[in-house]
Nanobody, 123 residues
């Protein structure tokens, strides 16, 4: 059974940090482009970070609003992708979801999705 399971969300104060995990089962994370998306209240779902399939060099991209603050990484042995989030602000509040697209050079959000985890940045 294919599953993407996010964890690590919660309530954090502005300026704080969180690390999200996307544990992948049933497929090999390295063979997929794995993306982190954010669904903020009242806004469209947006791609936050992406790491391409290994055949495309595991290329990493970020949306402009998180560059320098967020970092995506993949642990092949654990079949897990992480999103380290630093210097969080209220604008980062939302549900964070991970996606997987087979053999892709970018994150299209077509093949597989997790259910998401809530991140709330508030004092």
């Amino acid at each position: 059974q294919i599953r993407l399971a996010e964890s690590g969300g919660g309530l954090v104060q502005p300026g704080g940090s969180l690390r999200l995990s996307c544990v992948v089962s049933g497929i090999t994370a390295d063979l997929h482009a794995i993306g982190w998306f954010r669904q903020a209240p009242g806004k469209k779902r947006e791609e936050i970070a992406c790491i391409s399939a290994i055949r495309h060099g595991a290329t990493i991209t970020y949306t402009d609003s998180v560059k320098g603050r967020f970092s995506i990484s993949r642990d092949s042995a654990k079949n897990t992708v992480y999103l380290q989030m630093n210097s969080l602000s209220s604008e980062d509040t939302g549900v964070y979801l991970c996606s997987a697209d087979y053999s892709a050079s970018a994150c299209y959000g077509i093949d597989y999705w997790g259910e998401g985890v809530l991140v709330t940045v508030s004092s």
